[in-house]
């Protein structure tokens, strides 16, 4: 009896560290659109970027990359899910 209460205690304490884990991993689904994201000739890309979210109704990826020529600066973007989509 002492082992299982032992074993529940255990659990219990290590559930906080686990839910403080899930939303790390649930930030990464924006890695996936990151290859869209391609070197372009002539400019310099600075490291793409891009956050993940849910919303009651569906969620949204985004990732975004900025490159730069010169003083010209473009930002590109690619993004998945409702992204301001919904009518009231």
């Known amino acids: ?3 299982s ?5 255990s659990l219990l304490l290590a559930l906080p560290v ?10 990464q689904a924006f890695q996936r659109l990151m ?5 372009l000739d002539g400019r310099q890309g600075k490291k793409p970027d ?3 979210m849910e919303m009651p109704g569906g969620g949204m990826t985004t990732a975004t990359r900025e490159y730069q020529k010169g003083s010209a600066k473009a930002n590109a973007a690619v993004m ?3 992204a301001g989509t919904h009518t009231a």
Request: charged residues 15%; hydrophobic residues 60%.
């Open 1 to 3: 009896m002492a082992k």
């Open 5 to 9: 209460r032992i074993i529940v205690f």
């Open 18 to 27: 686990l839910w403080a884990a899930a939303p790390a991993r649930a930030d």
């Open 35 to 39: 290859p869209l994201l391609i070197d």
């Open 50 to 52: 891009g956050m993940s």
């Open 80 to 82: 998945t899910g409702h």
